[in-house]
Structures are given as C-alpha cells and as structure tokens.
C-alpha cells in the first residue's frame, strides 16, 4: 500500500504559493490604479489651474476692450462736437460775409 500523506501538504504548499502571488499580484495592480489616480488627479488640477488662468486673461481683456472702447467712444464724441463746431463756425463765418 502507497503512501499519500505527502499529497496534502504537497496540495497546502501549492495553495499557499498560489495565494502569495495573487496577493502580490492584487498588490500590485493597486499601486499601479493608486499610481495612475494620483496622475489623474495632477492632470485635472493642472487642467483646472489652466483653465482658471485661462478665465482670468480673458476676463482681463474683456475688461481691457471695455475701456477702450469707451475711450473710443468718448474721441469719436469729441471728434464730432469739433466737427459740429468747425461747421458753426463756417456758417457764421459766411453768413457775416455775405
């Protein structure tokens, strides 16, 4: 008759050996999902900060383009009071000559 004690603990050591290297495995893919989380979020935060600066240059030249377009507005206004007065001026001008 044939001894098979051996087999159980041949069967436990493979066991064992089997779980240690889905434990490292299992390990392993979480410190590489961690790695890649960590990344990710360096990745949406230097996204956000672009976009934040993004938001304020824009803003900035919104606020440049409203200034000058008021000081456009106001030379255009002075322009055409010059206008209108070169125009009484003419007309009192002819008016007394003739």
Partial sequence: MANFE?????MKMFAD??????QREADERRQTFDQ???QGNRTVDF??????KQ???AFQRKKEI?????Q???SEARVAALEQQLQDQDKFFYNNII
């Fill in 6 to 10: 051996w087999i159980g603990d041949f």
């Fill in 17 to 22: 050996d089997a779980n240690v290297r889905e």
């Fill in 36 to 38: 890649v989380t960590r």
């Fill in 47 to 52: 996204m956000q900060d672009m976009i934040r």
């Fill in 55 to 57: 938001s304020d240059l």
């Fill in 66 to 70: 409203r200034a000058d377009m008021k």
């Fill in 72 to 74: 456009l507005a106001a």
